[in-house]
Structure formats: C-alpha cells, structure tokens
C-alpha cells in the first residue's frame, strides 16, 4: 500500500510516498481503508520536530515512528476478534495510527458511525478539531446557555467548529478573525466578529464568560480584563509555523505561571489537550445529523501531496480543515 513515510525530522520534504506492508488488525482493532484523512498542527510538530520537548516521546535524534496523520474516515476492512462495534463494510471516522496511508488501524474506542450526510473529506476534518472544540468549550470551559463567549481564531480548524458547537449549546458567540474570514464566521453561526487587523478584542470593553484561544497570541492577564468575575479561559496553544519557530519558550513559560496562579483567582485558565472517543464522536455525529455542526474544508489534496497540504497549515491561513483524499483515486 501506499504512504506517506520519513525518517528525520525538517521541513515538509523530508515526507516521502511509498509502497510499505499493509496492516493487520490485532485483537482490538479495526482495519480501515482510509478513503480521507486530515491535516492537524500535531503532523507539522512531529515533522519538525519542534518544539524540543516533543522528541522525548518521538525520538530524540530522529522519528521512533515513521508513520504520519491521526484523522481519517473510510470503510471498516477486517476486524479483530475482540471488536464488538464495527464490521466489515462500516463507514467509520475518528483517529487512528499513521492516517496518512491507503490503510490504517484504530482502536475501535476511536472510532464512530459516519455521518450519512457528510462526505468521507467532511468526515476526516472532524476528530482532533471538533473534538478539541467540543472538551474545550463544555469539559474545560464549563459553557452554559445564555453565556458570552470569545472564539480567538474563528476561522481555523478548531476555531469553525468551535462556533458552531458554541452556538448549539445556547451561547451568545464572537469569533476573532482576519478581514477576508468574516463573513464566513458569520456564516457558521457567529453573533458578532472582531477584525483582528482592525481592532483588539482585549480593549473593546465588552465583557466574555469564556474565552477559548486558539491561537495563543495573547496572555492571560491580556485575557483577564475582558472576562467577567468568574470567566474561564481555555488555551489551545495554536499558532503558525512563524509564530512556534524560536518563539515556543516565551508562552510556555507565561502560560506555566498563568496556570500556576489560576487557582488563586476568581478567573480561571486552563489547557485543553483533546482525548478522543467513541462518546464525543458520537456526540459529535449527533450534532452534524441534525445539521447544526457542518465541517468547513479550506483546500483538499491527494495523497502524494501531503508535503503541500502540511506547508500551507503551517503558514497559519488555513480557513477551516485542510484535508487529504486517498482512497479510490489514483496517486500517481
């Protein structure tokens, strides 16, 4: 089968398509014949391997793991023996292990039912985004009905579905983008947006129960003076390759002291790292059944043109997911 492959961290070049052994299912997995996938910040870490950190885990002179991409959606080829959930021919998305590939497997835990109205492309621009979206705004963020809430970075991948699940769960939303996004984050659902070009949402004077920040851009004492007594903020990191590179140890350190300090104040910041399930998937499937959650894609690519797909999601312009169409199409 085909895959994107590399064995030493650098800029998206070092990603290779090849013929590689296709893989077996064990016990508890599912076989999938990934018919698309999606691009995440996460790839283009792994691919730099930046910041430093992050090799303790991937290795600390090259990649442990050769493969690349979580997301997907596709079709359940074989099953292990001890999955219950799934069989052969299910149309499924989630996460799964090296996503960029004509087959992938998953644990069935990582997995739901597709959505019959969306595409196999909608469907793979859904798992680390929606679900970051979805933990950060109702586990982290503690949303309820009524409450106003700033989405910094609308118009990205976590920030579309971000507004989207917001609006579902009653709030009143403004999404912070860049002046060609807004109409389309009126679009999805915003009730106000800010230009971030124009203007900044830290001295409007308006006053936010939540603030989820995707794009890690501004402190938290910067945050604090528009949140109300109690509000929350939620920090998913974000940023473009620009923004990380030489960058990164400023905002750890000022986050690390932020979250040292929250729980002295009345305001609150928090992380959000996304852990994936079959609850929120289905959670998930539920919300974009009854069409109140509906994927935004920025660009498609093949397969062969990962390197391109991981370049653009690194200048940090992508509007909505940027996703990857493998299955039945050819690569060459």
Known sequence: MKAIVYHNYGSPDVLKCEEIEKPTAGDNEVLIQVRAASVNPLDWHFVRGIPYFLRMMAGVRKPKSTRLGVDLAGKVEAVGRNVTRF??????FGTGHG????????????????????????????????????????????????QKVLINGAAGGVGTFAVQIAKSLGAQVTGVCSTRNIDMVKSIGADHVIDYTKEDFAQKGQRYD????????????????????????????????????????????????????????????????????????????????KGKVTPVIDRSYRLIEVPDAIRHLEEGHARGKVVITVGQINQT
């Open 210 to 289: 939540l603030i989820l920040d995707n794009v890690g851009n501004r402190s938290f004492s910067d945050c604090r003076s528009v949140m109300v007594a109690k509000g929350i903020l939620v920090s998913n990191g974000g940023g473009s390759l620009k923004e990380n590179e030489g960058s990164w140890l400023g905002p750890i350190t000022g986050s690390i002291a932020a979250l040292a300090l929250s729980p002295f104040m009345s305001q609150k910041m928090v992380t959000i790292l996304a852990s994936i399930t079959n609850t929120d998937l289905t959670a998930l499937k539920e919300l974009m059944d």
């Open 99 to 146: 996503a960029f590939a004509e087959y992938a497997c998953s644990r069935e835990n990582k997995l739901a039912v597709k959505p019959a109205r969306l595409t196999f492309e909608q469907a793979a621009a859904v798992p680390v985004a929606a679900i970051t979206a979805l933990q950060g705004l109702r586990d982290k963020g503690q949303i309820q009905p009524g």
């Open 87 to 92: 069989k052969p021919g299910d149309e499924v």
